[in-house]
């Protein structure tokens, strides 16, 4: 506290808590099979092009690599401006060669190529030493891998403190060298040209391993919150990413059904998805857009990157309140396959989203909004993706409360910064009620945070909201009036 000894008045400017903040719901991330780019290493891109540069190999791509890019392409074409993409893939290896030098013979450096592949086993590396025994510098000679290209790289050091020091990098060399010991300062000994080896290039298996060091990867981006596997509908990984979503605990699993099924056989899939609270959905059928090919044809495409795309869309229009549903699909053609009002019926109550193509209209549109949680609770996909925002907007908003002093002061102060929170979100027409009382509660006070927690240095606020659920069967009661008498029909 500052000292005041002169008479007069003075201002004290304190720092605010500030409101909360919502947190951004929209961002995707796409994990799939590519013909470019790194493994395992979530990659920010927001637009096509940043993706195609970066992760394609050839234009168009292939069938294998074709359902990720399309996926992407998806995504933006739909309203999507933010996503990550990893690929997923076994990371190749670098090839390389141990130098040896003293008597007895010992390794000093380690020489491995600066790309991993097996490219790299095209390299050699060839040692040369000066007439002189005890002149410590030498020269490495450098070749390939392309074209037996040559360079060589004279009077080298193994200190480093010297200005040519070996292991401070070689110009424009396709290897880097390093000291095997820190400490060591012998000289290799001179050596005819030598291969490096050992180096193997990346896989596109995405195998069981290949898939968790991606999702491992993922996890790290906490901007996330939408995840997508374009064209992946093997169960092992489809229930691995809902357990990535529901571990995360912040964003939602959106799935493929497999190409091509039968109602019977998504039902089967969708039972194999159950994600408890609600944090994965289920969409059928794929997609068809223009044969990027074949004239006059159609492909068949997941429908996973399209359908972010529309969160992202209805996100940014009207709010995650709303279910992103009878949404048009915008880059579909149509449907590989067409479903009927029994047939939908039949999948809408066993949790699978179908797609429709409605009279009137030349686009597909989302005809579905639920979750593959079995809890009545979560069964709509906006109120989970709505307690989602509402959750991490809360924990990222009050994190100024950590450390503060544990009193009543504090409790306040959060239950007024949480309140005006919940108050925004009720106005933007997310919560049930007539009133924000009826919309939401925040409690905390001493019956929730005895004493005993308070010396644990503990603080528990309760809240609850009421969220708006979807209509999801508007009925129309028709009657027929006549004079004063009315017959209704259903």
Known sequence: MPEYTTPGVYIDEQVATGPIAGVGTSTAAFLGVAG??????????????????????????????????????????????????TRVGVKGVRAGVELTGGSPKKTVLKVTARRAGATGNKIKVEVQRPAEADDPHFTLVVTGPADNQAETYPDL??????PAFVGAGLENAPVDVALVDPAERTPPAKRQAVALENGEDASPAANATAWEAALTALATVDEVSLVCAPGVTAPNIQQKLVEHCENAKDRFAILDAAPGADPEAVKTQRGRLISAR???????????ITHPVKAGETLAIPPSGHVAGVFARV??????????????????L?????????????LNDAGVNVMRVFHGRSRPLIWGARTTSEDTAWRYVNVRRLFLFVEESIQQGIRWAVFEPNDVGLWKRLDRTITE?????????????????????VKIDE?????????????FIEVGIAPVRPAEFVVVRIGIWAGGGQVQEG
Do not use: C
Not at 41 to 50: E, M, S
Not at 429 to 438: I, M, S, V, Y
């Open 315 to 332: 996100d940014a229009q009207r709010g995650v309140h709303k279910a992103p549903a009878n949404e048009q699909l915008n880059g579909a």
């Open 421 to 441: 929170f919940l108050t925004r979100v009720w106005s933007s027409g997310a919560l049930f009620g007539g009133t924000a009382e009826e919309a939401f509660y």
């Open 278 to 288: 609600g944090h994965a959905a289920l969409y059928h059928p794929w997609l068809t």
């Open 447 to 459: 019956e929730n945070n005895p004493p005993g927690a308070q010396e644990l240095g503990q603080v």
């Open 36 to 85: 470019n780019g790194p493994i395992a290493v979530p990659t920010a891109i927001t637009n096509l092009t940043a993706f195609t540069s970066a992760f394609v190999s050839e234009d168009p791509p292939t069938e294998a690599n074709g359902y990720l890019v399309r996926g992407v392409r998806g995504f933006f074409e739909n309203g999507g401006t933010s996503a990550y993409v």
């Open 334 to 346: 149509g449907l590989d396959q067409m479903v009927d009002d029994t047939q939908h019926g039949d």
């Open 157 to 162: 050091s193994m200190d480093p403190a010297d």
